[in-house]
């Protein structure tokens, strides 16, 4: 089992939908991000979390911390979120980052 | 524009050869690190340098090494390259001064071995 897991794997929803991807994982944390990768290869940091809830623009990311768990939403979404979304991981045990293996969004127009 | 740079953007060579990976962090940026994202593994973290010296070091070959230079800058050097190293390498900074703080990426090199 992966120390990250993130679901779903793939989404396509349509342009004004709500978005909500998720990140569990196994392991003792210091840090978790989100990020955003377009195609073409670039990736973005959104966030970094290690208690509570962040808000940009769009986007909400929260963290619980007992539960192991992480959420990014997006609201009204648009064509142009499409990427792929990773979540990532700083282990606290000794300072290495983990990442799942991404959530591809499609937001259709 | 994130700040990082990395060099070369593209690059194509032989098996068995050797290369060498470089980035330039954001100014002020102690932090520096390696990832490699195939298509079959996802983004694997390789290494951590801070202020030079080698913090954390995850997934990465014997065939790779890398240093961090007086002025912050990284190399990552690629020997031995076999087919399945064929991916893009990304290099990531931050100030270092917060654990686990926001990353910011630059551009990624796309090694293509032959």
């Known amino acids: 089992k992966n120390e990250v897991e993130q679901s779903p794997q793939n989404l396509t929803a349509q342009e004004g939908e709500f978005i909500t991807i998720n990140c569990s994982y196994s392991?003792?944390?210091?840090?978790l991000h989100w990020l955003q990768q377009h195609p073409g290869g670039g990736i973005v940091s959104l966030f970094m979390?290690?208690?509570g809830k962040k808000k940009h623009g769009r986007l909400i990311a929260t963290i619980n911390i007992q539960e192991k768990h992480s959420s990014l939403h997006i609201t009204a979404s648009h064509p142009r979120d499409s990427a792929v979304y990773i979540c990532?991981?700083?282990?606290?045990?000794?300072?290495?980052?983990?990442f799942g293996k991404g959530t591809r969004l499609h937001i259709l127009p | 524009d994130s700040g990082v740079t990395q060099t070369p953007k593209h690059l194509i060579t032989a098996t068995g050869q050797r290369v060498t990976l470089r980035c330039s962090p954001r100014?002020?940026?102690?932090?520096v690190y390696w990832y490699q994202q195939s298509l079959d593994q996802g983004l694997q973290f390789l290494i951590q340098y801070y202020n030079g010296e080698e913090r954390a070091k995850g997934n990465i070959l014997e065939r790779f090494s890398a240093q961090q230079f007086p002025d912050l800058h990284s190399e990552l050097n690629l020997s031995s390259l076999e087919l399945g190293d064929s991916a893009l390498y990304f290099c990531a900074s931050n100030p270092g001064t917060v654990f686990g703080g926001e990353l910011f990426f630059g551009e990624g090199s796309r090694l293509t071995v032959l």
């Open positions: 392991v003792g944390i210091s840090a």
């Open positions: 100014s002020g940026d102690l932090s």
């Open positions: 990532a991981v700083h282990l606290n045990r000794d300072d290495k980052i983990i």
């Open positions: 979390l290690s208690s």
